[in-house]
């Protein structure tokens, strides 16, 4: 019978790895997290998120600070309501030093 080698698995805040881990995490995915990233819900209802990262002997789950904005949908009501935009007409006026403005 063959052993299998099995790695730790950890979840673990980004805070909580090493700087030169922190470094890999970013170089492993230096687009951002977006793609990769997988939410968890805790049984309280709350929930976190985590994006994957291997070393030679444990695999992680490492937690990311998200910041999810949870306002109302109604506090954005009417926002765009107002299709005057101060300045636009001054902007428009303005001629450009740009040629490839033109081609548009």
Do not use: C, W
Not at 29 to 58: A, H, N, Q
Not at 72 to 83: E, R, T, V, W
């Amino acid at each position: 019978m063959a052993t299998e080698n099995k790695k730790r698995r950890l979840i673990t805040s980004f805070h909580n790895l090493t700087p030169e881990q922190q470094a890999e995490v970013k170089a492993l995915y230096p687009l951002g997290f977006s793609e990769v990233m997988m939410r968890y819900d805790k049984p309280d209802g709350t929930f976190f998120y985590t994006v994957p990262y291997e070393t030679e002997d444990t695999f992680y789950m490492v937690k990311i600070d998200v910041k999810v904005d949870d306002a109302a949908d109604d506090d954005n009501d009417g926002y765009y309501d107002d299709d005057d935009l101060k300045g636009a007409d001054e902007l428009a006026d303005t001629p450009s030093d740009d040629p490839a403005d033109d081609e548009f």
